[in-house]
């Protein structure tokens, strides 16, 4: 592909973005619902994973900050 068809492409499809016509349309009840389950079902899934994890993420950070502590010690 050419790097001039390439610019006329890019040009060509942000002029369409910038001038958009009228779209006679709208977004159906059921779609909006089907939008807000998944994310709930994003949400409660995000939830269920840290919940599960959390003993190792605590850990994690005891271990971290344990060392930062034992480090500290040995310098004074």
Do not use: N
């Not at 409660?44 to 271990?63: E, H, N, P, Q």
């Amino acid at each position: 592909m050419s790097l001039r068809l390439l610019k006329t492409s890019a040009v060509l499809a942000i002029g369409c973005m910038l001038s958009p016509a009228d779209a006679h349309a709208y977004i159906d009840p059921a779609s909006g619902s089907y939008v807000l389950q998944l994310v709930a079902a994003a949400g409660f899934a995000l939830l269920y994973v840290i919940s599960t994890s959390w003993s190792r993420v605590k850990c994690f950070f005891s271990r971290l900050f344990a060392k930062g502590e034992r480090e500290k010690d040995g310098e004074s």
